[in-house]
């Protein structure tokens, strides 16, 4: 019996020393394999013909590890385009299989810094890995024009290096940054790009004092979205949004957001806790965006710019209590890494995780 226990132990001994020395082999193999499988990869080439909607960010100005700051990128067809450039929003627009040295353009809802801070990053990307040879065109409200001219000037100096570095086939110096085109109507909506089966529609929501402010909407083929932007519960949004497939909106939870302004009062941090307050008047509550989708007969609701941060999922049913009493239909709390694929000529509704 003593003969077999040492027996055993020693051949476990052997397999833990063998699977030590094996390890680092096989870890690098796994590398290898995942980098030959991704790195350059075009994952777009087997999507069916549809509109794809990619979650870069589904944040706020708060930090959440689940939820980078405000982006969605839109795939028609084989045209690409990226709704507001939050921080962090780029980096996961690759790793989730969007074509980012493909956008067309650039949309901006409106000039919070939460939807712009990561326009820098978000242009580097589209100028180095999409062989530019004009800048990427970056539209928005009144005052894109400052924005653009100002992240231009910043990347001005770090161009010239990637340039010199790289060279001008991969760094052409004219594909460099962003042109503005500034979006401006008196009208509640405007047709703001048609382009074989794509049109985008600007409609103009509620941020005030952040004005003008907008949402989009995007019509493919038989397949449309809204996005809301950043607005209070607004009626233009259901109206601009009537019928579409997916309605994506803002959401914040004024009981979650008074809990942590009462929260910051009883630990002293009045600045804290005033921001807390002044925040509630300028968002939308779930059950309000639940409210706007019934209104405009979308077929799911698909909730972004989520505050307060929900960095674990129990949090979920809070934040949406109530909501589903006044939309019938699918309800999402969305995170970075959340696709929604329509495809073309049919009714489905395709929930994936790209990250
Ligand atoms: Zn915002
Ligand atoms: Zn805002």
Redesign the pocket.
């Known amino acids: 019996m003593k003969k077999f226990l040492t027996v055993g132990i020693a051949l476990i001994a052997v397999l833990f020393v063998g699977l030590q020395i094996a390890k680092p082999k096989l870890v690098e193999k796994g590398f290898a394999k995942m980098v030959s499988q991704n790195l350059g990869v075009d994952r777009t080439v087997n999507l069916e013909d549809g509109l794809h909607v990619y979650i870069c960010g589904a944040g706020s100005p708060l930090p959440d590890p689940k939820r980078s700051g405000p982006c969605i990128g839109v795939l028609a067809g084989n045209q690409a385009f990226v709704f507001d450039a939050g921080s962090g929003g780029s980096r996961n627009l690759g790793p989730m299989g969007f074509p980012t040295g493909r956008t067309e353009q650039i949309f901006l809802?409106?000039l919070?810094s939460?939807?712009l801070d990561g326009l820098g990053e978000m242009l580097l990307g589209t100028w180095i890995n999409g062989n530019r040879s004009t800048p990427t065109p970056v539209s928005g409200p009144v005052g894109t024009t400052k924005v653009v001219d100002g992240f231009n000037a910043a990347y001005r100096i770090d161009s010239t290096y990637r340039t010199a570095h790289h060279g001008t086939d991969i760094a052409n110096p004219s594909g460099f940054g962003a042109t503005a085109n500034e979006i401006d109507f008196t009208a509640d909506s405007q047709l703001v790009l048609i382009d074989g089966d794509i049109k985008i529609t600007a409609f103009k929501v509620n941020?005030e004092p952040?004005s003008p402010?907008f949402g989009y909407r995007i019509d493919y083929k038989d397949r449309s979205i809204a996005i809301s932007?950043?607005t209070a519960y607004d009626p233009n949004v259901a109206e601009a949004s009537k019928g579409v497939d997916v309605l994506f909106h803002e959401a914040l939870n004024m009981d979650m957001v008074k809990t942590m302004q009462a929260g910051a009062e009883n630990n002293g941090a009045k600045r804290m806790a005033k921001i807390m307050y002044d925040i509630r008047d300028?968002h939308t509550s779930p059950v309000d965006a639940a409210k706007t989708a019934e209104a405009a007969g979308a077929k799911a609701l698909v909730l972004y710019h989520i505050v307060p941060m929900l960095p674990n999922d129990a949090l979920i049913p809070m934040f949406v209590k109530g909501a589903a009493d006044e939309f019938a239909s699918k309800i999402t709390v969305s995170e970075d890494g959340t696709i929604v694929r329509l495809p073309a000529g049919s009714d489905s509704i395709l929930y994936d995780n790209g990250l």
């Open positions: 809802t409106h919070h939460d939807h941020h952040v402010a932007g950043d300028y």
